[in-house]
């Protein structure tokens, strides 16, 4: 069984910067893509970054492309996400997640994957 648990969130002004983090514990890691998405009020889950088991791949919204970075650590057994450029609509519960196999045939599904963190509330203000 795998647990993840997601941190780094909190309230951050227009422009500014997070650095989420995902730590893992149980399975192997290593062998896990994972990925990163996000649910606002009102509105359904939708990703946002995916990373595969090598840091090899990495896919992402096209909302957050070129101000969000996925990156892994899988010594720390750890995925972050940094976060840049904030927007007020960046607002949002931020989710971990990670896939029990080495490959995953559609990254930006959420049925894709196996285990889920308990989500980190991100908050933007302008």
């Known amino acids: 069984q795998v647990q993840l648990v997601d941190s780094g969130g909190g309230v951050v002004q227009a422009g500014g910067s997070l650095r989420l983090s995902c730590a893992a514990s149980?399975?192997?890691?290593?062998?896990?893509?994972m990925g990163w998405f996000r649910q606002a009020p009102g509105k359904e889950r939708e990703f946002v970054a995916a990373?595969?088991?090598?840091?090899?791949?990495?896919s992402y919204a096209d909302s957050v492309k070129g101000r969000f970075t996925i990156s892994r650590d899988n010594f720390k057994k750890t995925v972050y996400l940094q976060m840049n450029s904030l927007k007020p609509e960046d607002t949002a519960v931020y989710y971990c997640a990670a896939r029990e196999t080495f490959t995953i045939t559609s990254p930006v599904r959420a049925d894709e994957y196996d285990y889920w963190g308990q989500g980190t509330q991100v908050t933007v203000s302008s």
């Open positions: 149980g399975g192997t890691f290593s062998r896990y893509p």
């Open positions: 990373i595969n088991w090598n840091s090899g791949r990495t």
